[in-house]
Nanobody, 117 residues
Framework: QVQLVESGGGLVQAGGSLRLSCAAS????????MGWYRQASGKQRELVVV???????NYADSVKGRFTISRDNAKNTVYLQMNSLKPEDTAVYYC???????????WGQGTQVTVSS
């Protein structure tokens, strides 16, 4: 069974920073793509950023230059450094991974990020 365990959400003032972490675990599991999506209240879930095992990234335009994703392949762990946070970044952030070997996506339970103005 694959599990994604997130940590690092919380409340921060506008302009502040937070760092999210997500560790994927499971027997014979290797995540080809990992990353983060978010869902604000009353809105659809949207891509924040994803990163492949080779290090290629895809950022949403709204976070480019402010958020940075990194990955430890040996630990199947992904990190999201969020700087210059804005109130519009407020959302539940979901860790995501895709395993080509298992042929499916996996999601974390979500962590709340709240940015006050």
């Amino acid at each position: 069974q694959v599990q994604l365990v997130e940590s690092g959400g919380g409340l921060v003032q506008a302009g502040g920073s937070l760092r999210l972490s997500c560790a994927a675990s499971g027997s014979f599991f290797s995540a080809n793509v990992m990353g983060w999506y978010r869902q604000a209240s009353g809105k659809q879930r949207e891509l924040v950023v994803v990163i492949t095992s080779g290090g290629s990234t895809n950022y949403a335009d709204s976070v480019k230059g402010r958020f940075t994703i990194s990955r430890d392949n040996a630990k199947n762990t992904v990190y999201l450094q969020m700087n210059s946070l804005k109130p519009e970044d407020t959302a539940v952030y979901y860790c995501y991974c895709f395993s080509q070997a298992l042929g499916r996506n996996y999601w974390g339970q979500g962590t709340q990020v709240t940015v006050s103005s």
